[in-house]
Protein backbone atom coordinates (compact mmCIF):
# COMPACT_ATOMS: atom_id res chain seq x y z
CA UNK A 1 0.00 0.00 0.00
CA UNK A 2 3.02 2.50 1.01
CA UNK A 3 4.19 1.71 -2.44
CA UNK A 4 1.08 2.81 -4.26
CA UNK A 5 0.85 5.69 -2.84
CA UNK A 6 4.63 6.62 -3.46
CA UNK A 7 4.27 6.31 -7.47
CA UNK A 8 0.43 7.56 -7.10
CA UNK A 9 3.00 11.41 -5.53
CA UNK A 10 5.05 10.83 -7.59
CA UNK A 11 2.98 10.84 -10.72
CA UNK A 12 0.75 13.57 -9.77
CA UNK A 13 4.01 15.76 -9.08
CA UNK A 14 5.81 14.77 -12.20
CA UNK A 15 2.55 15.15 -14.15
CA UNK A 16 2.23 18.82 -13.20
CA UNK A 17 5.38 19.80 -13.72
CA UNK A 18 6.05 21.74 -16.91
CA UNK A 19 9.30 19.72 -18.65
CA UNK A 20 11.30 22.87 -19.38
CA UNK A 21 12.84 22.45 -15.56
CA UNK A 22 13.47 19.05 -15.20
CA UNK A 23 15.47 16.13 -17.16
CA UNK A 24 13.40 13.77 -19.54
CA UNK A 25 14.12 10.64 -16.90
CA UNK A 26 13.12 10.84 -13.02
CA UNK A 27 14.95 8.34 -11.73
CA UNK A 28 13.76 6.82 -8.01
CA UNK A 29 13.12 9.45 -5.19
CA UNK A 30 16.16 8.83 -3.34
CA UNK A 31 18.11 10.76 -6.11
CA UNK A 32 16.43 13.99 -5.05
CA UNK A 33 12.89 15.46 -5.62
CA UNK A 34 12.63 18.51 -4.91
CA UNK A 35 11.75 19.88 -8.77
CA UNK A 36 11.98 23.51 -9.81
CA UNK A 37 8.58 24.27 -11.66
CA UNK A 38 8.80 28.27 -10.88
CA UNK A 39 12.18 30.11 -12.06
CA UNK A 40 11.02 33.03 -10.02
CA UNK A 41 11.75 30.91 -6.89
CA UNK A 42 14.90 29.90 -7.98
CA UNK A 43 16.58 30.81 -4.53
CA UNK A 44 13.93 29.30 -1.97
CA UNK A 45 16.04 26.72 -1.66
CA UNK A 46 19.83 25.29 -1.66
CA UNK A 47 19.45 23.27 -4.40
CA UNK A 48 17.21 21.66 -7.10
CA UNK A 49 16.88 17.97 -8.41
CA UNK A 50 16.73 16.59 -11.96
CA UNK A 51 17.49 19.73 -14.16
CA UNK A 52 17.34 20.41 -17.41
CA UNK A 53 20.19 22.48 -19.02
CA UNK A 54 19.11 24.88 -21.74
CA UNK A 55 21.58 25.33 -25.00
CA UNK A 56 22.71 27.90 -24.02
CA UNK A 57 24.12 26.73 -20.64
CA UNK A 58 25.44 23.85 -22.18
CA UNK A 59 27.32 25.93 -24.91
CA UNK A 60 28.81 27.84 -21.92
CA UNK A 61 29.94 24.90 -20.00
CA UNK A 62 31.96 23.75 -23.28
CA UNK A 63 33.58 26.62 -24.00
CA UNK A 64 34.31 27.03 -19.98
CA UNK A 65 36.44 23.55 -20.59
CA UNK A 66 37.95 24.31 -24.03
CA UNK A 67 39.02 27.53 -22.14
CA UNK A 68 40.58 25.66 -19.23
CA UNK A 69 42.02 22.66 -20.98
CA UNK A 70 43.70 24.49 -23.89
CA UNK A 71 47.01 24.87 -21.99
CA UNK A 72 48.21 21.44 -20.55
CA UNK A 73 50.37 20.52 -17.40
CA UNK A 74 54.44 19.82 -18.55
CA UNK A 75 54.86 16.15 -18.52
CA UNK A 76 57.45 16.27 -16.07
CA UNK A 77 55.16 17.95 -13.45
CA UNK A 78 52.33 14.83 -14.38
CA UNK A 79 54.65 12.28 -13.87
CA UNK A 80 55.35 13.71 -9.96
CA UNK A 81 51.66 13.75 -9.80
CA UNK A 82 51.05 10.23 -10.59
CA UNK A 83 54.85 8.87 -8.71
CA UNK A 84 53.48 11.23 -5.61
CA UNK A 85 49.75 10.31 -5.05
CA UNK A 86 49.78 9.02 -2.11
CA UNK A 87 51.86 12.07 -0.71
CA UNK A 88 49.78 14.50 -1.62
CA UNK A 89 46.32 12.91 -0.39
CA UNK A 90 48.27 11.73 3.08
CA UNK A 91 49.07 15.42 3.22
CA UNK A 92 45.31 16.63 2.34
CA UNK A 93 44.42 14.50 5.51
CA UNK A 94 46.89 15.48 7.76
CA UNK A 95 45.51 18.97 7.01
CA UNK A 96 41.92 18.27 6.95
CA UNK A 97 41.85 15.21 9.01
CA UNK A 98 38.17 14.46 9.04
CA UNK A 99 36.75 17.79 8.71
CA UNK A 100 36.58 18.38 5.04
CA UNK A 101 33.83 15.88 4.06
CA UNK A 102 30.17 15.54 5.74
CA UNK A 103 29.14 11.77 6.49
CA UNK A 104 27.31 10.28 3.85
CA UNK A 105 24.14 9.69 5.53
CA UNK A 106 22.32 9.02 1.92
CA UNK A 107 24.58 6.24 1.00
CA UNK A 108 21.77 3.79 2.45
CA UNK A 109 19.30 5.50 0.29
CA UNK A 110 20.62 5.38 -3.00
CA UNK A 111 22.45 2.30 -2.59
CA UNK A 112 20.76 -0.54 -0.43
CA UNK A 113 22.82 -2.74 -2.11
CA UNK A 114 25.50 -2.41 0.63
CA UNK A 115 22.89 -3.70 3.17
CA UNK A 116 22.38 -7.66 3.77
CA UNK A 117 18.71 -8.40 2.54
CA UNK A 118 17.37 -8.39 6.21
CA UNK A 119 18.56 -5.11 7.01
CA UNK A 120 17.20 -3.77 3.74
CA UNK A 121 13.73 -4.87 4.32
CA UNK A 122 14.12 -3.37 7.84
CA UNK A 123 15.25 -0.20 6.55
CA UNK A 124 12.85 -0.16 3.70
CA UNK A 125 9.84 -0.33 6.46
CA UNK A 126 11.57 2.92 8.01
CA UNK A 127 12.10 4.91 5.27
CA UNK A 128 8.33 4.05 4.02
CA UNK A 129 6.18 4.18 6.98
CA UNK A 130 3.10 5.43 6.37
CA UNK A 131 3.25 8.79 8.61
CA UNK A 132 6.86 9.75 6.47
CA UNK A 133 4.72 9.56 3.59
CA UNK A 134 1.56 11.46 4.60
CA UNK A 135 3.83 14.13 5.79
CA UNK A 136 6.04 13.99 2.39
CA UNK A 137 2.83 14.10 0.61
CA UNK A 138 1.11 16.71 2.07
CA UNK A 139 4.22 19.11 1.54
CA UNK A 140 4.02 17.96 -2.56
CA UNK A 141 0.63 19.28 -2.49
CA UNK A 142 1.08 22.41 -0.51
CA UNK A 143 4.35 23.53 -2.22
CA UNK A 144 3.71 21.74 -5.77
CA UNK A 145 7.36 19.98 -5.15
CA UNK A 146 8.84 17.53 -2.25
CA UNK A 147 11.46 18.52 -0.26
CA UNK A 148 14.59 16.41 0.06
CA UNK A 149 14.87 14.11 3.55
CA UNK A 150 16.82 15.76 5.50
CA UNK A 151 19.56 13.37 6.69
CA UNK A 152 19.86 12.29 9.85
CA UNK A 153 21.81 13.68 12.81
CA UNK A 154 24.71 11.29 13.54
CA UNK A 155 23.60 8.32 16.63
CA UNK A 156 27.09 6.55 16.57
CA UNK A 157 26.77 5.07 19.83
CA UNK A 158 30.29 3.70 21.65
CA UNK A 159 29.86 -0.09 21.95
CA UNK A 160 30.74 -0.67 26.06
CA UNK A 161 33.14 -3.71 24.73
CA UNK A 162 34.74 -1.53 21.47
CA UNK A 163 38.14 -1.48 22.40
CA UNK A 164 38.60 -4.75 23.83
CA UNK A 165 36.94 -6.07 20.32
CA UNK A 166 39.20 -4.58 18.57
CA UNK A 167 42.70 -5.27 20.26
CA UNK A 168 41.09 -9.09 20.03
CA UNK A 169 39.87 -8.77 16.42
CA UNK A 170 43.52 -6.99 15.46
CA UNK A 171 45.13 -10.04 17.34
CA UNK A 172 43.88 -12.65 15.37
CA UNK A 173 44.94 -11.60 12.29
CA UNK A 174 48.41 -10.73 10.93
CA UNK A 175 49.65 -7.53 9.99
CA UNK A 176 47.87 -6.48 6.52
CA UNK A 177 51.01 -4.03 5.60
CA UNK A 178 53.62 -6.76 6.56
CA UNK A 179 56.24 -8.36 3.58
CA UNK A 180 53.92 -11.60 3.91
CA UNK A 181 50.62 -10.21 3.28
CA UNK A 182 52.58 -8.36 0.04
CA UNK A 183 53.90 -12.32 -0.83
CA UNK A 184 50.11 -13.59 -1.35
CA UNK A 185 46.59 -13.59 -0.16
CA UNK A 186 46.00 -14.83 3.50
CA UNK A 187 44.61 -18.16 4.27
CA UNK A 188 40.82 -19.01 3.83
CA UNK A 189 40.52 -19.50 7.90
CA UNK A 190 42.63 -16.35 9.01
CA UNK A 191 41.18 -13.15 7.13
CA UNK A 192 38.91 -11.19 8.42
CA UNK A 193 35.81 -11.41 8.10
CA UNK A 194 35.96 -15.00 7.36
CA UNK A 195 33.25 -15.87 9.34
CA UNK A 196 30.71 -13.25 8.15
CA UNK A 197 27.61 -13.81 5.59
CA UNK A 198 27.68 -10.55 4.19
CA UNK A 199 30.58 -8.98 3.25
CA UNK A 200 31.19 -4.58 1.75
CA UNK A 201 34.16 -3.25 0.74
CA UNK A 202 34.61 0.64 0.70
CA UNK A 203 37.63 1.73 -1.86
CA UNK A 204 39.20 4.80 -0.45
CA UNK A 205 37.52 5.59 2.40
CA UNK A 206 39.33 8.72 3.27
CA UNK A 207 37.89 9.76 6.91
CA UNK A 208 35.59 7.38 7.22
CA UNK A 209 32.77 9.48 5.78
CA UNK A 210 31.18 6.60 4.49
CA UNK A 211 32.21 3.71 6.58
CA UNK A 212 30.24 5.01 10.16
CA UNK A 213 26.98 5.61 8.66
CA UNK A 214 27.11 2.29 7.23
CA UNK A 215 28.84 0.59 10.75
CA UNK A 216 25.70 2.89 12.30
CA UNK A 217 23.21 0.93 10.26
CA UNK A 218 25.26 -2.77 10.57
CA UNK A 219 25.13 -2.77 14.48
CA UNK A 220 22.23 -4.88 14.44
CA UNK A 221 23.86 -7.09 11.44
CA UNK A 222 26.40 -9.39 12.95
CA UNK A 223 26.76 -11.60 10.21
CA UNK A 224 27.85 -8.22 8.22
CA UNK A 225 31.48 -7.26 7.33
CA UNK A 226 32.77 -4.08 6.28
CA UNK A 227 36.35 -3.73 4.34
CA UNK A 228 37.62 -0.20 3.76
CA UNK A 229 40.90 0.71 2.17
CA UNK A 230 42.97 4.14 1.28
CA UNK A 231 46.31 4.52 0.10
CA UNK A 232 46.37 7.32 2.18
CA UNK A 233 48.03 6.26 5.47
CA UNK A 234 47.05 9.29 7.49
CA UNK A 235 43.19 8.30 6.33
CA UNK A 236 43.05 4.50 7.52
CA UNK A 237 44.51 6.31 11.29
CA UNK A 238 41.65 8.56 11.15
CA UNK A 239 39.14 5.51 10.56
CA UNK A 240 40.94 3.52 13.22
CA UNK A 241 41.03 5.81 15.63
CA UNK A 242 37.54 7.00 15.43
CA UNK A 243 35.10 5.98 18.42
CA UNK A 244 32.57 3.99 16.09
CA UNK A 245 35.56 1.87 14.61
CA UNK A 246 34.51 -1.85 15.43
CA UNK A 247 37.20 -4.11 14.52
CA UNK A 248 35.10 -6.96 15.53
CA UNK A 249 33.02 -5.74 12.07
CA UNK A 250 35.52 -3.66 10.53
CA UNK A 251 39.06 -3.82 8.54
CA UNK A 252 40.50 -1.08 7.86
CA UNK A 253 43.47 -1.56 5.81
CA UNK A 254 46.43 0.48 3.23
CA UNK A 255 46.33 -0.48 0.12
CA UNK A 256 47.24 1.39 -3.06
CA UNK A 257 44.21 0.26 -5.89
CA UNK A 258 46.59 0.59 -8.83
CA UNK A 259 49.01 -1.82 -7.57
CA UNK A 260 47.85 -5.04 -9.35
CA UNK A 261 50.25 -7.50 -7.57
CA UNK A 262 49.20 -6.30 -4.19
CA UNK A 263 46.71 -8.78 -2.49
CA UNK A 264 43.69 -7.62 -0.27
CA UNK A 265 43.41 -8.87 3.23
CA UNK A 266 40.18 -12.01 1.68
CA UNK A 267 40.26 -14.09 -0.97
CA UNK A 268 39.13 -13.31 -4.55
CA UNK A 269 34.97 -13.52 -5.39
CA UNK A 270 33.62 -13.26 -1.73
CA UNK A 271 31.79 -9.83 -1.61
CA UNK A 272 28.30 -9.12 -2.09
CA UNK A 273 28.84 -5.34 -2.72
CA UNK A 274 32.12 -2.85 -3.49
CA UNK A 275 31.29 1.20 -2.96
CA UNK A 276 33.49 2.91 -5.44
CA UNK A 277 32.46 6.93 -4.44
CA UNK A 278 34.09 9.98 -5.46
CA UNK A 279 37.22 7.71 -5.74
CA UNK A 280 37.94 6.34 -9.33
CA UNK A 281 37.94 10.10 -10.50
CA UNK A 282 41.50 10.69 -8.43
CA UNK A 283 42.90 7.77 -10.40
CA UNK A 284 44.63 8.34 -13.67
CA UNK A 285 42.80 7.37 -16.82
CA UNK A 286 45.08 4.59 -17.95
CA UNK A 287 44.98 2.34 -14.90
CA UNK A 288 40.97 3.02 -14.49
CA UNK A 289 40.47 0.05 -16.28
CA UNK A 290 42.90 -2.03 -14.52
CA UNK A 291 41.43 -1.01 -11.38
CA UNK A 292 38.02 -2.01 -11.84
CA UNK A 293 38.50 -5.08 -13.43
CA UNK A 294 40.37 -6.11 -10.21
CA UNK A 295 37.46 -5.04 -8.11
CA UNK A 296 35.29 -7.10 -10.33
CA UNK A 297 37.19 -10.57 -9.22
CA UNK A 298 36.38 -9.91 -5.89
CA UNK A 299 32.95 -9.82 -6.41
CA UNK A 300 31.02 -13.20 -5.40
CA UNK A 301 28.21 -13.98 -8.65
CA UNK A 302 24.96 -12.01 -8.22
CA UNK A 303 27.61 -9.43 -6.46
CA UNK A 304 27.29 -5.43 -7.10
CA UNK A 305 29.50 -2.49 -7.95
CA UNK A 306 28.80 0.53 -6.56
CA UNK A 307 29.43 3.85 -8.20
CA UNK A 308 29.00 7.35 -8.21
CA UNK A 309 31.45 10.24 -9.12
CA UNK A 310 31.76 13.31 -11.27
CA UNK A 311 30.07 14.18 -14.76
CA UNK A 312 31.66 16.20 -17.25
CA UNK A 313 30.44 19.73 -16.74
CA UNK A 314 30.22 19.57 -13.10
CA UNK A 315 30.96 22.87 -11.42
CA UNK A 316 34.23 21.67 -10.05
CA UNK A 317 35.18 21.30 -13.44
CA UNK A 318 34.45 25.05 -14.72
CA UNK A 319 36.00 26.04 -12.04
CA UNK A 320 39.56 25.33 -13.03
CA UNK A 321 41.85 27.94 -14.11
CA UNK A 322 44.43 27.80 -17.44
CA UNK A 323 47.08 25.70 -16.84
CA UNK A 324 45.59 22.43 -14.14
CA UNK A 325 44.36 20.71 -17.54
CA UNK A 326 46.22 16.90 -17.51
CA UNK A 327 44.33 15.87 -20.24
CA UNK A 328 40.91 15.37 -21.02
CA UNK A 329 38.29 15.70 -18.25
CA UNK A 330 41.56 14.97 -16.00
CA UNK A 331 42.80 17.99 -13.35
CA UNK A 332 44.95 18.96 -11.06
CA UNK A 333 43.73 20.68 -7.99
CA UNK A 334 46.44 23.05 -6.23
CA UNK A 335 46.93 21.12 -3.81
CA UNK A 336 48.41 18.31 -6.28
CA UNK A 337 45.18 15.76 -5.75
CA UNK A 338 44.07 15.12 -9.22
CA UNK A 339 40.39 14.87 -10.36
CA UNK A 340 38.40 13.11 -13.52
CA UNK A 341 35.12 13.98 -14.65
CA UNK A 342 33.33 11.35 -16.33
CA UNK A 343 30.38 10.67 -19.35
CA UNK A 344 27.77 8.07 -19.23
CA UNK A 345 29.22 6.46 -22.12
CA UNK A 346 32.80 6.19 -20.34
CA UNK A 347 31.24 4.57 -17.42
CA UNK A 348 29.10 2.15 -18.83
CA UNK A 349 31.92 0.71 -20.98
CA UNK A 350 34.35 0.39 -18.12
CA UNK A 351 32.09 -1.48 -16.10
CA UNK A 352 30.99 -3.49 -18.66
CA UNK A 353 34.44 -4.65 -19.93
CA UNK A 354 35.51 -5.41 -16.76
CA UNK A 355 32.89 -8.52 -17.23
CA UNK A 356 29.50 -6.64 -15.35
CA UNK A 357 25.95 -6.49 -16.12
CA UNK A 358 24.59 -2.58 -16.20
CA UNK A 359 21.71 -2.48 -13.94
CA UNK A 360 21.71 1.95 -13.35
CA UNK A 361 23.68 4.18 -15.09
CA UNK A 362 22.38 7.50 -15.20
CA UNK A 363 23.47 11.25 -14.86
CA UNK A 364 22.11 13.03 -11.69
CA UNK A 365 21.95 16.90 -12.62
CA UNK A 366 21.06 19.57 -9.82
CA UNK A 367 21.42 22.87 -9.27
CA UNK A 368 22.84 24.36 -6.49
CA UNK A 369 21.78 27.82 -4.90
CA UNK A 370 24.31 30.11 -2.95
CA UNK A 371 21.03 32.26 -1.98
CA UNK A 372 23.15 35.22 -0.31
CA UNK A 373 25.08 35.75 -3.53
CA UNK A 374 22.39 34.81 -5.60
CA UNK A 375 24.49 32.53 -7.57
CA UNK A 376 23.54 29.22 -9.62
CA UNK A 377 25.70 26.48 -9.67
CA UNK A 378 25.70 23.14 -12.10
CA UNK A 379 26.43 20.01 -10.62
CA UNK A 380 26.71 16.85 -12.72
CA UNK A 381 27.31 13.27 -11.17
CA UNK A 382 27.24 10.09 -12.76
CA UNK A 383 25.72 7.04 -10.76
CA UNK A 384 25.87 3.48 -11.70
CA UNK A 385 24.94 -0.31 -10.10
CA UNK A 386 26.78 -3.47 -12.03
CA UNK A 387 26.43 -6.42 -11.35
CA UNK A 388 28.56 -9.55 -11.34
CA UNK A 389 27.09 -12.41 -13.42
CA UNK A 390 25.62 -14.97 -11.70
Known amino acids: MNGIWRNWISYLRIRNVPQRYQSGYHPAVPLGSRILTDPAKVFEHNMWDHMQWSKEEEAAARKKVEENSAERVLLEEQVKYEREANKYWDTFYKVHKNKFFKDRNWLLREFPEILPPDQKTEEAAKELSWDHVKTNAANCFSRKHCPIVPEEKDSYQKSSGSSDGQSKAESDFPNLNSEEHRKGPLKADLFPGSKASFRILEVGCGAGNSVFPILNTLQNAPEAFLYCCDFASGAVELVKAHASYRAAQCCA ?24 VFVLSSIHPDRMQGVVNRLSTLLKPGGMLLFRDYGKYDKTQLRFKRGHCLSENFYVRGDGTRVYFFTKGEVHSMFCKAGLDEKQNLIDRRLQVNRKKQVKMHRVWVQGKFQKPL
Open 253 to 276: FVHDVCDEGLPYPFPDGILDAVLL
